[in-house]
């Protein structure tokens, strides 16, 4: 059974920054495909980003250039850093494991003056 727990949210001023971490269990983070994603109130959720098991990445073009998603393969812990981050990036963030439809809890991000 596969069990992703975020953290690393919080309220941050427009053009601030914040890194989320996904401390997995029961998959390899190395190994699996990881992707994070995000749902603002009232909207559906989107995805974000995704590393595959070789690292290759993508973005979704609204954070293309502003996000980037890691690991640590020592930790098993997926990562999502997010800079010149704006009102329109609040949202409550999720880790997700494709392979096995898993979701963490979430975590909520507000990017607020």
């Known amino acids: 059974q596969v069990q992703l727990v975020e953290s690393g949210g919080g309220l941050v001023q427009p053009g601030g920054s914040l890194r989320l971490s996904c401390v997995a269990s029961?998959?390899?983070?190395?190994?699996?495909?990881m992707t994070w994603y995000r749902q603002a109130r009232g909207k559906q959720r989107e995805w974000v980003a995704t590393?595959?098991?070789?690292?290759?990445?993508a973005y979704a073009s609204s954070v293309w250039g502003r996000f980037t998603i890691s690991r640590d393969s020592a930790k098993n812990t997926l990562y999502l850093q997010m800079n010149s981050l704006s009102p329109e990036d609040t949202g409550v963030y999720y880790c997700?494991?494709?392979?096995?439809?898993?979701w963490g809890q979430g975590t909520q991000v507000t990017v607020s003056s």
């Open positions: 590393i595959e098991p070789g690292a290759n990445t």
């Open positions: 029961g998959t390899i983070v190395s190994m699996s495909i």
């Open positions: 997700h494991h494709p392979p096995t439809v898993s």
